[in-house]
């Protein structure tokens, strides 16, 4: 991957220059990421689409995520984001088909990395049927789709759950997305507080229409 030049910020959201994303990560510079999450309905029940994460990426490879999300680069803005969901996913999203939620600062710290960001929150509700002929994924950052029903999510977030749930979804293969079965815990998660986590199954659940 090209190194990507972020603008960067105090930690009061004052904008203080820009750096590449190597150096932001390096020094613990607050930047600006967009997140999407997708809900829907599959298998007659209410879901969030959960991107599996390529083995080959640099931060919590293999691990399940928001449904799209990636950096702001040096001169974009928020909505410029939507961009994430075409190129991740495939899904062909305008701003205007989202709904702007909020910004939640986060943090993640490891060796070798202090990571500190302004996510812009974004949802969308898909009405079409969730099925794995509606994405194309870009193989060098998601390697399948997940549709994890509200009270599973709930569950794991709510009891810090280690028990192994089985769910369904499919992963790329050489053959395209082929249908899989993943036993997945609270561990198998973008480590994120469980807050954030339980604040989108409860705002899915307030906002969803009716099957």
């Not at 959960?50 to 999300?69: E, I, T």
């Not at 984001?81 to 943090?107: K, T, Y």
């Not at 989108?200 to 659940?205: I, R």
């Amino acid at each position: 991957m090209a190194n990507e030049f972020l603008d960067v910020y105090d930690d009061q959201g004052r904008w203080i220059g820009v750096q590449s994303r190597d150096r932001a990560h390096s020094l613990g510079l607050w930047h600006k990421t967009f997140h999407c999450w997708i809900g829907g309905y599959w298998q007659g029940e209410p879901v969030l689409v959960l991107q599996l994460r390529s083995p080959n990426k640099d931060m919590h490879p293999g691990l399940l995520d928001v449904s799209s999300a990636g950096h702001l680069l040096h001169g974009e803005t928020p909505e410029d984001g939507i961009r994430e969901v075409r190129e991740e996913l495939g899904l062909a999203l305008n701003v205007s088909d989202v709904i702007f939620v909020g910004v939640s600062p986060q943090s993640f710290v490891a060796p070798n990395i202090i990571d500190h960001e302004y996510c812009y929150e974004y949802a969308f509700w898909m009405m079409q049927p969730i099925l794995p002929d509606v994405f194309t994924l870009d193989t060098t950052e998601v390697a399948g789709i997940f549709p994890i029903s509200l009270h599973i999510l709930y569950d794991l977030f709510s009891h810090h759950d280690e028990t192994l749930h089985n769910v369904q979804g499919w992963k790329q293969t050489p053959e395209g997305l082929c249908a899989t079965t993943l036993p997945v815990n609270v561990h198998s998660f973008v480590p994120r507080d469980p807050a954030y986590y339980l604040d989108w199954v409860t705002w899915f659940k307030q906002h969803m229409p009716e099957s």
